[in-house]
């Protein structure tokens, strides 16, 4: 396993192997708000779920940024009774040291981070699974190439976060092939949003049966993209 080399600029990490940042230097958890929890509706539909689970699927785990936002909200919104299942793949995990880092700068998420930051020591390639918030989370963490690690799995996804480094700089993340698990492990109205406008990232999601919309991106982004799971090819 090869971890993520980091380096640390004004406080914020920024990737030395993809020469690119991996949160907005603006605000991070903003623009996960906005990008992710906003263009799938997670607030409203955890608010409303009458299922005893909700799947999501995250491409590029990174600094657990995305991942902490989500469970403050499923925690807040969820039927105590319902379970949040949150799969990340990332090939390049943080080291130990950095994950403790980044979450210093989040500390209004030391109710799940402490959890997640004890048991992340004993971190390994492929699955890594973890059991949070009295079992009311669980993480599966796959380490390993992006493709691979979409090839185990068949949980269905309830949405999506796409949230690789840009597909300029880390093309494997956006390629053919994790488009079509992506339909693969995707019902019918299954959501997904990305930080990206990229027109071969649309044209990509189109291809498998994504219906793509362009919306408003956050801070200096002009455009990003999400949309729902229509099995429509187009």
């Known amino acids: 396993m090869q971890f993520a080399n980091i380096n640390w600029i004004n406080n914020q990490p ?11 230097t603006e605000d991070g958890l903003q623009e996960t708000e906005h990008v992710f929890i906003t263009h ?17 699927i995250e491409t590029g785990f990174g600094t657990g940024l995305n991942f902490l936002a989500v469970c403050a909200h499923w925690l807040a ?17 943080l080291k130990h040291a950095d994950l ?12 799940i981070s402490s ?29 390993g190439d992006i493709a691979t690690q979409l090839l185990q799995i068949n949980d269905m996804a309830d949405a999506w976060i796409l949230d690789g480094f840009a597909p300029a ?7 053919a092939e994790v488009f079509e698990h992506m339909a693969r492990l995707s019902r019918i109205n299954t959501t997904f949003a990305t930080f990206t406008s990229a027109g071969a990232v649309r044209r990509g999601l189109q291809a498998v049966g994504f219906d793509v919309k362009k919306q408003g991106g956050f801070g ?4 990003m993209l999400s949309g729902i799971f229509t099995e429509n090819s187009a």
Do not use: C
């Open 115 to 143: 959890e997640l930051i004890s048991e992340y020591a004993e971190l390994e390639s492929g699955l890594n699974q973890f059991n949070l918030a009295a079992s009311r989370i669980q993480l599966d963490l796959r380490v």
């Open 220 to 223: 200096k982004k002009r455009e």
């Open 100 to 111: 403790q880092r980044t979450m210093q700068l989040l500390p209004q998420f030391n109710f």
């Open 169 to 175: 700089k880390n093309a494997d993340m956006w390629s």
């Open 14 to 24: 920024h990737s030395i192997d993809f020469n690119d940042i991996y949160f907005s």
């Open 77 to 93: 919104l969820s039927s105590p009774h319902a379970k949040l299942h949150y799969i990340s793949i990332e090939k390049y995990p």
């Open 40 to 56: 799938n509706q997670l607030k409203q539909r955890f608010a409303q779920h009458d299922n005893n689970h909700f799947t999501i």
